[in-house]
Antibody
Framework: QVQLVQSGAEVAKPGASVKVSCKAS????????IHWVRQAPGQGLEWVGWINPKSGGTNYAREFHGSVAMTRDTSTTTVYMELSSLRSDDTAVYYC??????????????????WGQGTLVTVSS | DIQMTQSPSSLSASVGDRVTIACRAS??????LNWYQQKPGKAPNLLIY???NLHSGVPSRFSGSGFGTDFTLTISGLQPEDFATYYCQQSHSTLRSFGQGTKLEIK
């Protein structure tokens, strides 16, 4: 069965970096992009970016350019998201999600069908 | 970037009610619109993809409609387990975006 298992909670100081992992299993790792989504306490879902596990190519939301880096290790079917220059407002739960695609009349539908359990990153001095 | 706006932000309803949540895109996204349900402390779950396609295992009381810029999620015959927060998301652009969410509460 498809599973995305994320690493445990992190506590970091302002200005530091953290690296969160998302291990995929139960499907062909290279076939589906992995996206990251952020949720600050009591707030809504915010899209962070995606990584193509096959090529390593990435694309980030404008507000995360320069502060986020996504990588992958195909040998362990794991994707990573490194958050740098952390600020207190980066405190949030970070989710990874698989981007499934299915044929539609006009092209392809893309949607997040499996999610990781979430990783809480707390930024505090 | 495509902005997604949901209305209302919160909604009170009773078990058995029919409720509708609206989602508007800042530009034409065709039918590339998904709906998710999230309960406190849990990851979101996919309900509807491609504006109107019910994801596997999702009860038929959930339905979606719309095209272009205006979309709706309808829940017919609310059940106790449906009280949650709902998000729309566009997948027309490679830069995905979510609506701000609609919290459905028990009246």
């Amino acid at each position: 069965q498809v599973q995305l298992v994320q690493s445990g909670a992190e506590v970091a100081k302002p200005g530091a970096s953290v690296k969160v992992s998302c291990k995929a299993s139960g499907y062909s790792f290279s076939d589906y992009y992995i996206h990251w989504v952020r949720q600050a306490p009591g707030q809504g879902l915010e899209w962070v970016g995606w990584i193509n596990p096959k090529s390593g190519g990435t694309n980030y939301a404008r507000e995360f350019h320069g502060s986020v880096a996504m990588t992958r290790d195909t040998s362990t079917t794991t994707v990573y998201m490194e958050l740098s220059s952390l600020r207190s407002d980066d405190t949030a739960v970070y989710y990874c999600a698989r981007d499934l695609y299915t044929r539609s009349r006009g092209g392809w539908n893309y949607y997040f069908d499996y999610w990781g359990q979430g990783t809480l990153v707390t930024v505090s001095s | 970037d495509i902005q997604m706006t949901q209305s209302p932000s919160s909604l009170s309803a009773s078990v058995g009610d029919r409720v509708t949540i609206a989602c508007r895109a800042s530009e034409n996204i065709g039918s590339y619109l998904n709906w998710y349900q999230q309960k406190p402390g849990k990851a979101p779950n996919l309900l509807i993809y491609g504006a109107s396609n019910l994801h596997s295992g999702v009860p038929s009381r959930f339905s979606g409609s719309g095209f272009g810029t205006d979309f709706t999620l309808t829940i017919s015959g609310l059940q106790p387990e449906d009280f949650a927060t709902y998000y729309c998301q566009q997948s027309h652009s490679t830069l995905r975006s979510f609506g701000q969410g609609t919290k459905l509460e028990i009246k």
